[in-house]
């Protein structure tokens, strides 16, 4: 059996790939794979080192900006589109596979398009409640959908199937108790908090959380506080921090560019101030975890402001837009529910309401009518 995968440009297409691949090899562990990608994005790296082969295909999106930058951005990929197509048949041909699976990004269009075209069945995850413009553009054909939000389905076409199978996550979050990760990392008793805008970092959290842990640690409120910087706040959050006086590390803090052992984090956090990416909500839902949301407001459709307010609208985070953010903001949402803690349990029971926990089965249960028979 071979199955063909297309996806690229950001982890939150990737990822979900990759989880289902990994789905679909433990029920069928003599399934042949290949990715299909871009040789710029993210799937150059990550497809290779989870152990799957990738072939790439020149493909990018078109800007709206009318900027030198973007100017020259929208000739390569109108030039892109002429070869793409072909490219993209001349791949499928070759592996020919039963199956194609696109999570969204630019390399999934033509791909999934020439499978089809080529009479392969094709599927496609959505991993946003506000669809991808490359998804919305495969669905009417594809078919099946699986879905990570149940408010995703009304874009889609009425008579294409729609699934809600939720977002794979690692099984490694759920098996962390909350007194055991504390102890790991040495806290104390109190509330803890864990902050982090993605592996790059989120400019406005980086430049808020030292403020907010000065503010906490003058005030003397016991809590507990977990910060990631990312790549881009290397060169201010470590300075702001010691300008302030405080220690990157002591029995309440600690704040590295990277968290490496999220499942402890996680496990351990009373309280996550972040973006929303699909990923990210998922596991907050998964260990039932109260939020603060802060939407990422450059993601493509808005697609994380629609994303949090699923959270949001059911109780479990408070949502709060990047242009609304200040220092008052946050001190005044943490302290209430650093002061009212059944307020913050109650928003960790609806977070966890929301998660999916049979979510490999349903992706098996919409893949198998179109994966070949054993004999």
Same mark, same amino acid.
Request: positive net charge; proline residues 6%; aromatic residues 6%.
């Given at each position: 059996?071979?199955? #063909?995968?297309?996806?690229?440009?950001?982890? +939150?297409?990737?990822?979900?790939?990759?989880?289902?691949?990994? &789905?679909?090899?433990?029920?069928?562990?003599?399934?042949?794979?290949?990715?299909?990608?871009?040789?710029?994005?993210?799937?150059?790296? #990550?497809?290779?080192?989870?152990?799957?082969?990738?072939?790439?295909?020149?493909?990018?999106?078109?800007?709206?900006?009318?900027?030198?930058?973007? &100017?020259?951005?929208?000739?390569?990929?109108?030039?892109?589109?002429?070869?793409?197509?072909?490219?993209?048949?001349? $791949?499928?041909?070759?592996?020919?596979?039963? !199956?194609?699976?696109?999570? +969204?990004?630019?390399?999934?269009?033509?791909?999934?398009?020439?499978? *089809?075209?080529? /009479?392969?069945?094709?599927?496609?995850?959505?991993?946003?409640?506000?669809?991808?413009?490359?998804?919305?553009?495969?669905?009417?054909?594809?078919?099946?959908?699986?879905?990570?939000?149940?408010?995703? =389905?009304?874009?889609?076409?009425?008579?294409?199937?729609?699934? !809600?199978? /939720?977002?794979?996550?690692?099984?490694?979050? $759920?098996?962390?108790?909350?007194?055991?990760? *504390? *102890?790991? !990392?040495?806290?104390?008793?109190?509330?803890?908090?864990?902050?982090?805008?993605?592996?790059?970092?989120?400019?406005?959290?980086?430049?808020?959380?030292?403020?907010?842990?000065?503010?906490?640690?003058?005030?003397?409120?016991?809590?507990?506080?977990?910060?990631?910087? +990312?790549?881009?706040?290397?060169?201010?959050?470590?300075?702001?921090?010691?300008?302030?006086? &405080?220690? #990157?590390?002591?029995?309440?803090?600690?704040?590295?560019?990277?968290?490496?052992?999220?499942?402890?984090?996680?496990?351990?956090?009373?309280?996550? &101030?972040?973006?929303?990416?699909?990923?990210?909500?998922?596991?907050?839902?998964?260990?039932? *975890?109260?939020?603060?949301?802060?939407?990422?407001?450059?993601? =493509?459709?808005?697609? %994380?402001?629609?994303?949090?307010?699923?959270? /949001?609208?059911?109780?479990?985070?408070?949502?709060?837009? %990047?242009?609304?953010?200040?220092?008052?903001?946050?001190?005044?949402?943490?302290?209430?529910?650093?002061?009212?803690?059944?307020?913050?349990?109650?928003? +960790?029971?609806? =977070?966890? =309401?929301?998660?999916?926990?049979?979510?490999?089965?349903?992706?098996?249960?919409?893949?198998?009518?179109? #994966?070949?028979?054993?004999?």
């Amino acid at each position: 059996m071979k199955v #063909l995968f297309a996806c690229g440009g950001t982890g +939150g297409h990737i990822n979900p790939a990759l989880a289902i691949a990994g &789905i679909i090899s433990a029920k069928y562990p003599d399934t042949e794979f290949l990715f299909a990608g871009t040789p710029d994005g993210m799937e150059a790296t #990550l497809v290779p080192a989870a152990g799957y082969p990738i072939e790439f295909i020149k493909v990018a999106g078109f800007q709206r900006s009318f900027s030198p930058e973007s &100017i020259v951005r929208n000739v390569k990929a109108a030039s892109y589109l002429v070869t793409a197509g072909h490219h993209a048949k001349k $791949l499928v041909k070759q592996f020919a596979p039963d !199956l194609a699976i696109g999570t +969204g990004g630019y390399a999934a269009g033509p791909v999934i398009r020439a499978a *089809r075209q080529l /009479g392969v069945p094709t599927v496609i995850h959505e991993q946003n409640a506000f669809p991808g413009v490359t998804n919305k553009l495969l669905a009417p054909h594809a078919k099946a959908i699986m879905l990570t939000f149940e408010a995703a =389905a009304k874009y889609f076409p009425a008579d294409v199937a729609t699934t !809600l199978t /939720g977002l794979p996550v690692r099984g490694s979050l $759920l098996k962390r108790k909350k007194d055991e990760a *504390r *102890r790991k !990392l040495g806290f104390g008793e109190g509330m803890t908090i864990l902050s982090f805008g993605g592996s790059q970092g989120a400019k406005c959290l980086n430049d808020l959380m030292p403020e907010l842990i000065a503010w906490h640690r003058a005030e003397g409120m016991q809590i507990n506080h977990i910060h990631a910087y +990312g790549k881009h706040g290397k060169a201010t959050v470590p300075d702001a921090m010691q300008a302030k006086g &405080i220690p #990157l590390a002591d029995g309440r803090l600690r704040v590295s560019e990277y968290i490496h052992d999220m499942d402890v984090c996680l496990a351990a956090a009373d309280l996550v &101030i972040s973006r929303s990416g699909a990923s990210t909500l998922s596991e907050l839902e998964m260990v039932g *975890r109260g939020s603060i949301l802060v939407p990422y407001p450059n993601a =493509a459709e808005n697609h %994380q402001l629609h994303n949090a307010n699923v959270l /949001g609208k059911a109780g479990a985070a408070i949502v709060v837009e %990047q242009k609304d953010l200040t220092l008052d903001v946050m001190k005044r949402h943490i302290a209430a529910l650093y002061e009212h803690p059944e307020k913050l349990e109650a928003m +960790g029971q609806r =977070a966890g =309401a929301l998660a999916i926990r049979d979510t490999d089965a349903r992706i098996l249960r919409v893949l198998e009518p179109f #994966l070949p028979k054993e004999k």
